[in-house]
């Protein structure tokens, strides 16, 4: 999604933007994404000065792989979006600077509307909240099914006492 700062240097009120744009690194380099569709944007840009304020939604259908039960579920992620661009270069900009410097007329926006999304995905994915995940014996989805397996954990040195006991 290229944003023209021509575009929005003409229109005193700025512009609004309503695309749908593919990201498909996000589910290249997220193994818990298995399938994402095109973000929606509904953005407004406007010139404020000499920075260029883009502000407004984004909203996806994304498809997670449960990190307990390894089940793919599917769940509407929205996140907000707030970026302020510059036209400089990143020397000419103060360290404290928020603004993201731009050299041209045209600015990418797909880098950062990812990394918007990114920061709204879950660090781990749980097809529920309350979800019993995989039995650690015998792998069976708990949500599904009871097993019969013992889960609850021996302490190691309980268990090598047991064993001397059993010994005498
Ligand atoms: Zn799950
Ligand atoms: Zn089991």
Known sequence: MILRWRDVHDQPRGIDIHDTVELPNLVKDNRQVIAM?????DLHAQLVSDTLTVDGKLQAQVTYRCSRCLTDYQDELQADFSERFVRAASTDLADEDERIPVIGDQIELDPYLEQE???AMPYTPLCRAECAGLCPECG???NEHVCECRTERIDPRLADLAKLLEQE
């Open 37 to 41: 569709s095109p973000a929606a944007a």
């Open 117 to 119: 999304i990114l920061l």
């Open 140 to 142: 069976v989805n708990r």
